[in-house]
């Protein structure tokens, strides 16, 4: 079964940092595009953050680009988004979600995303 479990979300204050981690099983990650989406209450999800296999191409929503740093361990099956000087707008349920297609580049784009995590909430509030 293809599963990817999303950890470290949490409570944390403005200017904060948290490191939240994704561990895919199932299938190899190696194999697999990653990306990090975001849903805050009464909005549509959002891309955040995403990396392609092989290269290591990364990508990043303009709101967040300098402020928080997606990674990958194929030898760990984990993906991990580091996020640092939070704001309380990114308060948000964070997804990781794998595309299963090679592509030379990574896009934050939900439709080419076929398998996604139960999501682990952020909360940046003082």
């Known amino acids: 079964q293809q599963q990817l479990v999303e950890s470290g979300g949490g409570l944390v204050q403005p200017g904060g940092s948290l490191r939240l981690s994704c561990v895919v099983s199932g299938f190899a990650l190696e194999d697999y595009t990653v990306a990090w989406f975001r849903q805050a209450p009464g909005k549509e999800r959002e891309g955040v953050s995403c990396i392609s296999r092989l290269y290591y191409y990364t990508d990043y929503a303009h709101s967040v680009k300098g402020r928080f740093t997606i990674s990958r361990d194929d030898a760990e099956n984990t993906v991990y988004l580091q996020m640092n000087s939070l704001k309380p707008e990114d308060t948000a349920v964070y997804y990781c979600?794998?595309?299963?297609?090679?592509?030379?580049?990574?896009?934050?784009?939900?439709?080419?995303?076929?398998?996604w995590g139960q999501g682990t909430q952020v909360t940046v509030s003082s």
């Open positions: 979600a794998a595309d299963p297609l090679y592509r030379p580049i990574c896009m934050i784009t939900q439709s080419l995303y076929d398998l």
